[in-house]
């Protein structure tokens, strides 16, 4: 399989999934990662965008502003920070908005090459009948690059098939090309045509559900199938994809080894903008052209207002633990006896459990010392269960410890914890 191979040198990329006109999740966004175009010491000097498409949106929606965010991510497309790719929702509006030099009819409503309702895009009514600025916007659209590959990792807006890159490829431009500056003064840089582009001579045919370019298109941009499945091409990847399109509704993920959406439905309030960090360009130990040894899960999710799995997963085992505390029966014994056995308690605590292996007796600003209260009245409750699973989760989650004999250095300590709180209660 041959694509255009787009090279890179010391250079992490941050694939950013569908952003549906939410300027403000991107600005959110960029300044979690510290992506200041106009700060030179900022992440740009060893960081680029990669855009998967879909910067507008295909329907209304709260917050969206269209044209500051094309704007934005073409500025820094032209100043080298960032690579965007077509998406189907601009795809769309080329065919809504270019007309067939023989018929002089839109090309979409006449050949409907993808799964639309047959109604303009809303991005369209932004602009006066013959605006200019429309036209200036689809023309930069079509110069949009349907691909990306960077040797050791690929991009595209809905699906890689490599059958349907290998004949794609005929019809796009192969270097970057750029025209001369329009009558009106808008910078030429509107419709500079960038690698992996479709040649402006085939746009027409790539509407045309007669011509085998569209079925092609159709496969990158909009696949039949809007979701990521077993019969999907992408089965048969051996170097990573990052892809957009397909919505995701769960928390952010890799969906194997060699394939990554970003797609997390950033045009809905409550979800997030994703981003997935790919840092392979920057080890020196990972051979940048060995795409068999490149692996996903070198990479990492990067999203606003969103904890980690092990942040969200200890914030949970936090609010269980603070719950369990209310329904546990009061010790029945003397405050003086309470105090001695908190004090057993402290002690094997730190002698037979002692997950952080810090080997030191118990002191006011201990790790341990939180939990003695609880495990006390656990103890005196004669339940070893509860107890040797508090133990186990205390130390896996809020200590994040990870020591093989964890879960059997629990149950001994829930044992002995449980008969020394008995003599107590006789």
């Not at 191979?5 to 300027?23: A, E, H, M, P, W």
């Not at 010392?369 to 269960?385: K, M, N, P, R, T």
Request: hydrophobic share 40%.
């Amino acid at each position: 399989m041959h694509s255009h191979i787009q090279k890179i040198d010391n250079t992490s990329l941050y694939f950013i999934g569908d952003v549906y006109g939410r300027l403000d999740k991107l600005h959110d966004l960029l300044t979690e990662i510290d992506f200041d175009v106009d700060d030179p010491e900022s992440s740009i000097q060893f960081v680029k965008l990669v855009f998967c498409g879909n910067l507008i949106a295909s329907t209304e929606g709260k917050n969206i502003e269209h044209i500051a965010l094309l704007t934005l991510v073409k500025d820094m497309v032209d100043k080298g920070h960032a690579y965007c790719l077509l998406g189907s929702n601009e795809f769309e509006v080329i065919g809504w908005s270019k007309h067939h030099p023989i018929t002089d009819a839109p090309y979409l409503p006449v050949n409907l090459t993808v799964e639309v309702n047959n109604t303009k895009p809303k991005f369209l009514s932004q602009f006066a009948q013959g605006d200019e600025t429309l036209f200036q916007w689809v023309d930069w659209f079509m110069a949009l690059p349907l691909y990306l590959d960077f040797e050791h990792i690929r991009a595209i807006h809905a699906c890689w098939d490599n059958k349907v890159i290998n004949e794609l490829n005929p019809y796009l431009n192969l270097t970057n090309q750029k025209t001369e500056d329009s009558p009106n003064g808008i910078s030429s840089s509107l419709t500079a045509v960038m690698t992996n582009a479709l040649a402006q001579q085939f746009w027409p045919a790539a509407f045309d559900t007669k011509h085998p370019l569209s079925t092609l298109m159709n496969s990158c941009l909009n696949y039949p199938q809007f979701e990521i499945n077993d019969s999907h091409p992408h089965q048969q990847l051996t170097t990573p994809v990052v892809i957009g399109h397909y919505p995701q509704d769960s928390f952010p993920d890799i969906h194997n080894e060699h394939l990554v959406c970003v797609n997390y439905n950033a045009g809905v309030d409550d979800y997030p903008l994703v981003s997935f960090a790919w840092h392979q360009g920057r080890k020196k130990s990972i051979e940048v052209n060995a795409s068999e040894n490149a692996k996903l899960s070198l990479g990492e999710f990067c999203f606003i207002e969103q904890p980690t799995a092990e942040e969200h997963i200890a914030e949970g085992v936090e609010s269980l633990l603070a719950r369990l505390i209310t329904v546990l029966p009061q010790p029945t014994i003397a405050q003086s006896a309470l105090d001695q056995f908190q004090s057993q308690v402290a002690e094997c605590l730190c002698n037979d459990w002692d997950p952080l292996e810090l080997n030191q007796q118990m002191h006011s600003r201990h790790p341990y010392g939180e939990f003695i209260e609880l495990i006390s009245l656990l103890a005196l409750s004669q339940d070893s269960e509860q107890l040797s699973a508090y133990l186990a989760i205390v130390a896996r989650y809020q200590l994040e410890t990870e020591n093989d004999n964890l879960e059997n250095r629990s149950l001994k300590v829930a044992f002995k914890l449980t008969r020394l709180a008995k003599a107590y209660q006789e």
